[in-house]
C-alpha cells in the first residue's frame, strides 16, 4: 500500500486542548473556561488554564513535528484570544501568537491547517444566547474576516467549523460540553446557526483571502448500523442519520434540509428559525471536506427494559439525540480504546466511500482520527503504545482501500500530535502520539510517533 508523494500527513490539535495562557494578552474567558470551572463539569475538577502550555512552547512543539517530518499542522484559533468579546476590533497580540506559529511552520516546511472554530465560544456571545441565535451566525463571519486578514497571506487551508454536531448536540442537548444547557429546541436552533455560522464565513473567508486559498468544513458524520434488519432497528438508524449527519451534510453539502429530520424533530418545532434564503448562504461551495472518524454507531429501537444509552458521548441524564427517545445505543463488537470506542476501520472506509458520493469533486481529507490509550512510559522512559499502531494501521489501510476505490482522499491528520485535555474526561485520555508529562510538560514521541513518522518518509504502510 503506497500513497503518493502529494498525500498531505500531519497531525491535529485545538486551541483549548494545548494553548494554557488562558488569561494571558488580553484573551478572554470562552464558554469552556466558564464549563471547566464549574465544579462537576469536568472530570477531577480539570480545566485548560496551562493544558499542554503550547502557547509558550510551540517552537518546541513545532521542532518535534518537524523532526517527525510532518508535513502539516491542523491547529484552531481561540476566537476570544483574537477578539476577546465576540465583537469588534482584533486584539493584535492574540493575532501575532499565530502570525509567529504560523512563521515557525512555515520555517520548518510544514503547511498549517487553521480551524476557525474548535468548541470555544468566547462567553459575551454564550451571555447573548450562543448558538442558538442568528446573531452568533453573524459574529463568527465578522472574527472570520479578522483572523483572515491577519494570516491570508501565509496560509493557504482554511476550515471554518470542527465537529459542528458536538458544538450542537453535547454543548446544548445533553449538557456534556460547554456551555452545559440540556435543551432540545436549542440543540436545533445552535445546529442550524452553526451552519449558517459556516456558509456566512465561507462567504467572508473568500472575500478576504486570495482566490487560491482552499477552504472546508471538518464534519464528525456517522457510520450509523441497525442491529437487526427488521424495520423498526432501520428506522432508528434513518433517525439517527439525520440527527447526525443530514442536519450537516443536508444544508453544507447539497443546500436542503432532509425531510424526514423535519418530521422526526416536529414536536419540538416547526423549524421557523430556518429564514428564507439561509440554505443558498450555507450551500457554499468547498475546496475540502475535512472528514473526523473514531467509531461507529449500532442503534436499535429501544426495547422494554433497556435504558443504557451507550451513545460514547458521556454520561448525562439528557440525550444529545432530540426526539430519538426511542432509539437504544449498543456497544459495536470488538476491541475497545481508552474511551471505550470500538476499533472498526470498516466504518472509516464505508464513510469515505459515502461521503465520495454525496460530494463529487469535493477533495476528502482525514481531519482527525486516533485513539485514546492508557499510556505509561516505561523504565527506559519509551512509550510503546502498540494499540495506537494497530490503530493506525487500520484505519490507514482502509483509507487506502477507499483510495484504490476511487475516493479522492487527499490526506490525513492524526488526533492528535500531543496528549491533551480531553474536553469533560480532563486530562484522564491520553490521544496523543507525544507523550506529554502534565506535570513536567516534558514532551516524549511515543512508538506510534516513530512509526507515523516512518509511514511518511517511506509512504509505506510498515508493518505492524
Ligand atoms: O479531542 C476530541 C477533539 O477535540 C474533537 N474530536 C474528537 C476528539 C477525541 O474525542
Same mark, same amino acid.
Given at each position: 500500500?503506497?500513497?503518493?508523494?502529494?498525500?498531505?500527513?500531519?497531525?491535529?490539535?485545538?486551541?483549548?486542548?494545548?494553548?494554557?495562557?488562558?488569561?494571558?494578552?488580553?484573551?478572554?474567558?470562552?464558554?469552556?473556561?466558564?464549563?471547566?470551572?464549574?465544579?462537576?463539569?469536568?472530570?477531577?475538577?480539570?480545566?485548560?488554564?496551562?493544558?499542554?502550555?503550547?502557547?509558550?512552547?510551540?517552537?518546541?512543539?513545532?521542532?518535534?513535528?518537524?523532526?517527525?517530518?510532518?508535513?502539516?499542522?491542523?491547529?484552531?484559533?481561540?476566537?476570544?484570544?483574537?477578539?476577546?468579546?465576540?465583537?469588534?476590533?482584533?486584539?493584535?497580540?492574540?493575532?501575532?501568537?499565530?502570525?509567529?506559529?504560523?512563521?515557525?511552520?512555515?520555517?520548518?516546511?510544514?503547511?498549517?491547517?487553521?480551524?476557525?472554530?474548535?468548541?470555544?465560544?468566547?462567553?459575551?456571545?454564550?451571555?447573548?444566547?450562543?448558538?442558538?441565535?442568528?446573531?452568533?451566525?453573524?459574529?463568527?463571519?465578522?472574527?472570520?474576516?479578522?483572523?483572515?486578514?491577519?494570516?491570508?497571506?501565509?496560509?493557504?487551508?482554511?476550515?471554518?467549523?470542527?465537529?459542528?454536531?458536538?458544538?450542537?448536540?453535547?454543548?446544548?442537548?445533553?449538557?456534556?460540553?460547554?456551555?452545559?444547557?440540556?435543551?432540545?429546541?436549542?440543540?436545533?436552533?445552535?445546529?442550524?446557526?452553526?451552519?449558517?455560522?459556516?456558509?456566512?464565513?465561507?462567504?467572508?473567508?473568500?472575500?478576504?483571502?486570495?482566490?487560491?486559498?482552499?477552504?472546508?468544513?471538518?464534519?464528525?458524520?456517522?457510520?450509523?448500523?441497525?442491529?437487526?434488519?427488521?424495520?423498526?432497528?432501520?428506522?432508528?438508524?434513518?433517525?439517527?442519520?439525520?440527527?447526525?449527519?443530514?442536519?450537516?451534510?443536508?444544508?453544507?453539502?447539497?443546500?436542503?434540509?432532509?425531510?424526514?429530520?423535519?418530521?422526526?424533530?416536529?414536536?419540538?418545532?416547526?423549524?421557523?428559525?430556518?429564514?428564507?434564503?439561509?440554505?443558498?448562504?450555507?450551500?457554499?461551495?468547498?475546496?475540502?471536506?475535512?472528514?473526523?472518524?473514531?467509531?461507529?454507531? +449500532?442503534?436499535?429501537?429501544?426495547? !422494554?427494559? $433497556?435504558?443504557? %444509552?451507550? &451513545? /460514547?458521548?458521556?454520561?448525562?441524564?439528557?440525550?444529545? @439525540?432530540?426526539?430519538?427517545?426511542?432509539?437504544?445505543?449498543?456497544?459495536?463488537?470488538?476491541?475497545?480504546?481508552?474511551?471505550?470506542?470500538?476499533?472498526?476501520?470498516?466504518?472509516?472506509?464505508?464513510?469515505?466511500?459515502?461521503?465520495?458520493?454525496?460530494?463529487?469533486?469535493?477533495?476528502?481529507?482525514?481531519?482527525?482520527?486516533?485513539?485514546?490509550?492508557?499510556?505509561?512510559?516505561?523504565?527506559?522512559?519509551?512509550?510503546?503504545?502498540?494499540?495506537?499502531?494497530?490503530? +493506525?494501521?487500520?484505519?490507514?489501510? !482502509?483509507? $487506502?482501500?477507499? %483510495?484504490? &476505490? /476511487?475516493?479522492?482522499?487527499?490526506?490525513?491528520?492524526? @488526533?492528535?500530535?500531543?496528549?491533551?485535555?480531553?474536553?469533560?474526561?480532563?486530562?484522564?485520555?491520553?490521544?496523543?502520539?507525544?507523550?506529554?508529562?502534565?506535570?513536567?510538560?516534558?514532551?516524549?514521541?511515543?512508538?506510534?510517533?516513530?512509526?507515523?513518522?516512518?509511514?511518511?518518509?517511506?509512504?509505506?504502510?510498515?508493518?505492524?
Amino acid at each position: 500500500m503506497t500513497f503518493p508523494s502529494d498525500f498531505l500527513f500531519g497531525s491535529a490539535t485545538s486551541a483549548y486542548q494545548i494553548e494554557g495562557a488562558a488569561a494571558e494578552d488580553g484573551r478572554t474567558p470562552s464558554i469552556w473556561d466558564t464549563f471547566s470551572h464549574t465544579p462537576g463539569k469536568v472530570l477531577g475538577g480539570e480545566h485548560g488554564d496551562v493544558a499542554v502550555d503550547h502557547y509558550h512552547r510551540f517552537r518546541d512543539d513545532v521542532r518535534l513535528m518537524a523532526d517527525l517530518g510532518l508535513e502539516a499542522y491542523r491547529f484552531s484559533v481561540s476566537w476570544s484570544r483574537v477578539q476577546p468579546t465576540g465583537r469588534g476590533p482584533a486584539v493584535q497580540r492574540g493575532l501575532d501568537f499565530y502570525r509567529q506559529l504560523v512563521d515557525e511552520l512555515l520555517e520548518h516546511d510544514i503547511t498549517p491547517w487553521v480551524t476557525l472554530y474548535h468548541w470555544d465560544l468566547p462567553q459575551e456571545l454564550e451571555d447573548a444566547g450562543g448558538w442558538p441565535e442568528r446573531v452568533t451566525a453573524e459574529r463568527f463571519a465578522e472574527y472570520a474576516t479578522l483572523t483572515a486578514d491577519a494570516l491570508g497571506d501565509r496560509v493557504q487551508h482554511w476550515t471554518t467549523l470542527n465537529e459542528p454536531w458536538c458544538s450542537a448536540f453535547l454543548g446544548y442537548g445533553s449538557g456534556v460540553h460547554a456551555p452545559g444547557r440540556t435543551e432540545p429546541l436549542a440543540a436545533l436552533r445552535a445546529a442550524h446557526h452553526l451552519n449558517l455560522g459556516h456558509g456566512l464565513a465561507a462567504q467572508a473567508l473568500r472575500a478576504a483571502l486570495p482566490a487560491t486559498a482552499k477552504l472546508g468544513v471538518s464534519l464528525n458524520s456517522a457510520v450509523v448500523r441497525a442491529r437487526t434488519d427488521s424495520p423498526a432497528d432501520r428506522d432508528a438508524k434513518r433517525r439517527i442519520e439525520a440527527l447526525a449527519n443530514g442536519v450537516f451534510e443536508g444544508p453544507i453539502l447539497q443546500g436542503a434540509y432532509p425531510e424526514d429530520l423535519f418530521a422526526d424533530t416536529a414536536r419540538i418545532t416547526d423549524w421557523s428559525f430556518v429564514r428564507d434564503g439561509d440554505l443558498a448562504e450555507i450551500h457554499q461551495p468547498l475546496d475540502a471536506l475535512g472528514v473526523n472518524y473514531y467509531t461507529p454507531s +449500532l442503534v436499535s429501537q429501544v426495547q !422494554a427494559g $433497556e435504558v443504557e %444509552r451507550r &451513545d /460514547g458521548h458521556g454520561a448525562s441524564a439528557h440525550s444529545p @439525540w432530540p426526539a430519538a427517545d426511542s432509539v437504544a445505543f449498543h456497544q459495536t463488537p470488538g476491541p475497545t480504546t481508552q474511551m471505550g470506542w470500538t476499533v472498526d476501520p470498516t466504518g472509516l472506509h464505508e464513510l469515505l466511500v459515502r461521503l465520495g458520493q454525496l460530494a463529487p469533486g469535493v477533495p476528502l481529507y482525514i481531519t482527525e482520527n486516533g485513539m485514546a490509550c492508557e499510556d505509561k512510559p516505561s523504565e527506559d522512559g519509551t512509550v510503546n503504545d502498540q494499540d495506537r499502531i494497530d490503530y +493506525l494501521h487500520g484505519h490507514l489501510g !482502509a483509507v $487506502e482501500q477507499a %483510495r484504490g &476505490d /476511487g475516493v479522492d482522499v487527499r490526506g490525513y491528520f492524526l @488526533w492528535s500530535l500531543l496528549d491533551n485535555f480531553e474536553w469533560s474526561y480532563g486530562y484522564s485520555k491520553r490521544f496523543g502520539a507525544v507523550y506529554v508529562d502534565f506535570d513536567t510538560q516534558e514532551r516524549t514521541p511515543k512508538a506510534s510517533a516513530h512509526w507515523y513518522a516512518e509511514l511518511v518518509r517511506t509512504r509505506e504502510l510498515p508493518a505492524v
